[in-house]
């Protein structure tokens, strides 16, 4: 069993901005590399009071932060990779007010990382999918109690496709029409691939275009039936609306396309949950 990377494990890894700093630069760059202007194998001097490193022979400089979500920020990196890490380590999300209170910035900017963390994990997007595939709508939000799913008014519409076994990616879509949800199927979701679905009229193409489409009729009560169901990608959602009400208890339509990135981020590295501080740092490279 792997071991958990704790809080301790971080603080004696990153213990201040510099630590964080040579960790980005061995990531991106090497402290021992081919210098970009003189061509020489050279090793990267430290220049202090900046974010940069110099060639040994001819002082050209290299800044590390420059392409990834510290750019332009003055804000400590410290303070950057232990939001990263919050994030890594929580199964709920993490709220801008945590980061607030735990890194001790302002509101404005604990949001501001929060935001950037999101769209990186966005970023680490998984591959197409295949295999057996279930995709289904959800609407998150809304302002018309009692009336649920496609009935609600004021809701925003979630287009998520999960594949058995394996990853699951989720968009934020305008509405639930056949021509806005096949490019998105035939952009995420491998040709040929077995799709299980409910008999929503959007989906209704699928088999036309390629796909091996079985579905569901909800509305007759059918949930399951020889094994077509949509019961994984339905658990998704129920995960995804009790974390964004107990962490964040209102998330805007605006943003929400960044939360949702960041839960089915959390979702394809469930496996690895130990790991996944690494992960993220690794994939800054």
């Not at 935001?115 to 289904?136: P, Q, S, T």
């Not at 009692?146 to 699951?168: E, H, N, Y």
Request: with cysteine.
């Amino acid at each position: 069993m792997a071991k958990t990377y704790t809080v301790f494990d971080f603080n004696r890894d990153y213990p201040n901005s510099d630590a964080c700093l040579d960790k980005l630069m061995d990531l991106r760059i090497g402290v021992r590399s081919t210098c970009g202007r003189c061509e020489r194998e050279t090793r990267f001097h430290r220049i202090r009071k900046r974010r940069s490193y110099c060639c040994q022979w001819c002082g050209y400089q290299v800044f590390p932060c420059v392409g990834t979500i510290f750019e332009g920020s003055r804000t400590p990196l410290v303070k950057w990779f232990y939001a990263i890490y919050l994030f890594a380590s929580s199964r709920h999300g993490v709220p801008a007010k945590e980061l607030e209170r735990q890194l001790g910035v302002t509101y404005k900017c604990a949001w501001r990382m929060a935001h950037k963390i999101r769209e990186f994990m966005a970023e680490m997007d998984a591959g197409m999918l295949f295999g057996e595939v279930e995709i289904d709508e959800s609407y998150i939000g809304g302002h018309r109690p009692g009336t649920p799913g496609r009935g609600a008014g004021g809701k925003t519409i979630v287009l998520g496709m999960k594949q058995r076994g394996g990853s699951m990616k989720a968009f934020v879509i305008p509405d639930a029409k056949a021509a806005t949800i096949q490019p998105l199927i035939d952009q995420h979701v491998a040709y040929g691939t077995t799709v299980h679905t409910d008999e929503w009229w959007g989906y209704r193409l699928l088999t036309w275009r390629g796909f091996d489409h079985r579905k569901v009729r909800h509305g007759k009560g059918e949930y399951a039936r020889d094994g077509i169901h949509t019961n994984s990608i339905e658990n998704f959602w129920a995960r995804l609306k009790l974390s964004i009400r107990g962490s964040h208890i209102h998330v805007s339509r605006k943003w929400l396309h960044n939360y949702i990135a960041e839960f089915a981020f959390r979702y394809n590295h469930r496996d690895v949950a130990d790991q996944m501080f690494a992960r993220m740092l690794g994939a800054m490279a």
